[in-house]
């Protein structure tokens, strides 16, 4: 093996970790005001945030079960959600619930989402 490379290499990685210290030591404060200034952004979006209802709450609550609305991918997410949590309780077997899951994301509307988590009481 050359010796030279092997110097070189070394002198190469001294450079580069010598830069990335004198980096830190001049730019550290504006590192540190940016990500405070991103938490702080994150915190008020999160106060300002209205909650939403649960897709099953708003449905019942609006009446749209017997409509012919259609689903967005969110609430599809969400029903698929609610089915696992209902076999966790023990109200669904496994097979039950891969078939309602896959039938959950299959759904266009409201409508053929109802005979999914009517006997389940969501």
């Known amino acids: 093996m050359n010796r030279n490379g092997g110097c070189a290499s070394a002198i190469l990685a001294f450079t580069a970790a010598a830069l990335a210290v004198r980096f830190l030591e001049v730019?550290?404060?504006?590192?540190?005001?940016?990500?405070?200034?991103?938490?702080?952004?994150?915190?008020?979006?999160?106060?300002?945030?209205t909650p939403q209802p649960a897709p099953l709450?708003?449905?019942?609550?609006?009446?749209?079960?017997?409509?012919?609305t259609r689903m967005t991918d969110a609430e599809r997410e969400q029903v698929a959600?609610?089915?696992k949590d209902a076999a966790a309780d023990g109200r669904l077997d496994r097979d039950e619930?891969?078939?309602?899951?896959?039938?959950?994301?299959?759904?266009?509307?409201?409508?053929?989402?109802?005979?999914?988590?009517?006997?389940l009481g969501l």
């Not at 730019?27 to 945030?49: E, F, H, K």
């Not at 709450?57 to 012919?68: F, I, N, S």
Request: with cysteine; hydrophobic share 55%.
């Open 97 to 119: 619930l891969e078939e309602r899951v896959a039938r959950a994301y299959r759904a266009r509307r409201w409508a053929e989402i109802k005979p999914l988590v009517e006997d």
């Open 81 to 83: 959600c609610a089915l």
């Open 27 to 49: 730019a550290w404060p504006y590192l540190l005001a940016t990500i405070l200034l991103a938490v702080a952004l994150a915190g008020a979006r999160a106060l300002t945030r």
């Open 57 to 68: 709450d708003a449905a019942k609550a609006t009446g749209r079960w017997a409509q012919a």
